[in-house]
């Protein structure tokens, strides 16, 4: 039976080629920092790192990794299970304890990704007389929670408050019982920020919950690192606040929502991806309440962060390249074409830096990209050398 699916799936893979929409994946023979070996054309090779998440540059800081040591000696490798078994760790509760300080909320449940948090919030709160109005461009992982549930479905444009408003009085009018609005908090592929002000507004207005996936922000966006509804003075009026650990808060791997008391006991008896899934590793909860420690001790990393966005992005826009507004440190380079966004890229990688073009279908046709992540790990000499790069770039492509 599989030759005949063989032929197909390398039909659809030569496809995907010839459009210029393959998806390398580089090898990184170092831990995750500002710089990386990375092999490039089978010969290893030092470039700078501008397309990671770590955001404050965590992924190997010393501190962190001392505590992750530490926590391999005292509580084990794994748990081997899921918490309602046998998978539930002092650390563990420690976590959630911290994590629902930090974002002001009632409680938080920890998952093995974001991607499981999402997957598991949607169908465990709402059933087929309920309605979730999903902004457009929300996370595939937001996107695929809510096709689990039995909600009916409303969709606006993005950060379009009018139809936001256009949707809620169409779940109102169509007798919806509860009703849940869900943005990101940043949206990855442009790095704009969800109006969350007057999103919490309409939801006041329409009696709607409020949900945002903050894993572009919590740890350097809003003053104290908070997130999106610090930035916008609303944490007490948002009632569900997904995120992931695995971005700016370390840069490994795990997930959690942070919600109201009641939502996150319900989480812990009916959600499907905490009940069915190994629980959190125990180094990364010990790791990330160190991540925590530093975050709430100092400031020093996120003023970095925005001083190295702040730089690479007047830079870029004085040298001519198209960047869209903001600033947020996911800083996109608008290219179109994919074929051109995937061979800057490569050229890139032979001036020694290290980025990747995204195109369709992560991204809507015609508009591929070169998303750029700045950190604060990186020197102001690392980020010139990257806008350089940039320059040289473009005028081999044009030659």
Sequence with gaps: MFDSVRDDLRATLDEIRAAGLHKPERVIGTPQSATVNVTAGGRPGEVLNFCANNYLGLADHPEVIAAAHEALDRWGYGMASVRFICGTQEVHKELEARVSAFLGQEDTILYSSCFDANGGVFETLLGPEDAVISDALNHASIIDGIRLSKARRFRYANRDLADLEQQLKEAVEGGARRRLIVTDGVFSMDGYVAPLREICDLADRYDAMVMVDDSH???????G????????????RVDIITGTLGKALGGASG????????????????????????TLAPVIAAASLK??????????????????????RRRMTEEGF???????????????????????????????????????????????????????AHSTEDVNRAVDAFVAARAELAA
């Design 291 to 312: 991540v925590l420690d530093l975050l709430e001790a100092a400031d020093d990393l996120r003023v970095r962060l925005r001083e190295n966005t702040a730089l690479f």
């Design 225 to 236: 690192g908070r997130g999106t509804p610090e930035l916008h003075g609303v944490m007490d």
């Design 255 to 278: 997930g959690y929502v942070a919600a109201r008391a009641e939502i996150v006991a319900l989480l812990r008896q009916r959600s499907r991806p905490y009940l069915f899934s190994n």
């Design 322 to 376: 198209d960047i869209l507004a903001g600033d947020h440190a996911i800083a996109p380079v608008m290219i179109g074409d994919a074929a051109e966004a995937g061979r800057m890229a490569e050229l890139l990688l032979e001036r020694g830096v290290y980025v990747v073009g995204f195109s369709y279908p992560v991204v809507p046709q015609g508009q591929a990209r070169i998303r750029v992540q700045l950190s604060a």
């Design 217 to 223: 922000a919590v740890g350097f966006v809003g003053p």
